[in-house]
């Protein structure tokens, strides 16, 4: 739970009510499928109506240690970011740089990135895709209350990473796997990402939501019929309802800002994940359509 001190300040916070979308508890199975400008989980999924607090005007009270999430100022040489080539060229670089700043770690390496919009991607998802690639590509918001790995692909991924771009390396002691999240659209922005108080996130049922990238998806039974390897393969945590989640956003963010968030940190002695979700904001007037970028990285501690 947030700390008295803690709640002191935040329960002052402007409070908006929305529908958060969570997995209903039960045994089932659960896998995400994604493909170009589509994404598909398996199970079922109910929405519960939460309060999201808006953490702008007390931006500097959130740290990543704490809440298992920030928010703090980056400037950016990318000027357009459907520019894939120039995206490419620059971005990664630049998050891997703001990571370390922003947590004191000895080395960072990116892991790919994403755009992602609220605008209607109907078209671009009915066109045929061969080897899709879930990096570097347009997709919608990301809709329920999720951590991005569970703790063996996160062990996995961190070791995978460190022997692969540092080689010569002397070891590593912790790491930390975030997300690096920016709204390049104009404020306010119709649905904007929520995040969870990582402290808040234990009191309900939780399950492991495999990934799988196709061109096409599956119909019927063959989207939960065995997969072999099923096991290694990479997989979210998904999170069903419980009251004590406390939500917060930042309403209007601008260009400059950017959200850190923890999807798992080796270190559990402080904030170790964030649950977090895209919602509608209905209480934005005039609200532009949202457009990011969300950039994964990995970070280490030797």
Request: proline share 5%.
């Amino acid at each position: 739970m947030a700390e008295p001190e803690d709640a002191a300040i935040e329960d002052k916070a402007r409070q908006v009510s929305a529908l958060m979308r969570y997995v209903d508890e039960g045994d089932f199975v659960t896998r995400r499928y994604v493909s170009q400008g589509r994404e598909l989980n398996t199970g079922t999924y109910s929405d519960h109506e939460v309060i999201i607090r808006d953490g702008m005007p007390m931006r500097d009270h959130f740290t990543l240690d704490r809440h298992g999430f920030t928010i703090a100022r980056s400037s950016t040489a990318v000027t357009d970011f459907h520019d894939k080539a120039m995206v490419d060229r620059l971005y990664e670089r630049e998050v891997e740089a703001d990571v370390l700043r922003l947590t004191g770690a000895d080395k960072c390496a990116a892991r790919g990135w994403m755009l992602r919009t609220s605008a209607d991607l109907s078209e671009r998802a009915s066109q045929k895709t061969e080897g899709y690639q879930h990096r570097g590509g347009l997709q919608p918001p990301a809709g329920e209350a999720h951590v991005d790995v569970c703790t063996a692909t996160a062990q996995r991924m961190a070791q995978a990473t460190y022997e692969q771009c540092f080689p010569d390396g002397k070891g590593f002691t912790r790491f930390l796997i975030t997300s690096h999240w920016r709204c390049f659209s104009p404020p306010p922005q119709d649905v904007p990402l929520a995040l969870c108080d990582g402290r808040t996130s234990f009191g309900g049922e939780e399950k492991e939501n495999t990934l799988l990238i196709v061109d096409e998806f599956p119909e019927g039974e063959a989207l939960i019929a065995p997969v072999p390897g099923e096991d290694q393969m990479l997989a979210a945590t998904i999170f069903s309802y419980h009251p004590s989640h406390r939500w917060w956003y930042f309403a209007g963010m601008e260009r400059e800002d950017v959200l850190l968030f923890k999807f798992h940190d080796s270190n559990h002695d402080v904030t170790w994940r964030c649950p977090h979700s895209a919602f509608v904001d209905g209480s934005a007037a005039s609200a532009h359509v949202r457009e990011s970028i969300e950039c994964r990285s990995i970070a280490f501690w030797e």
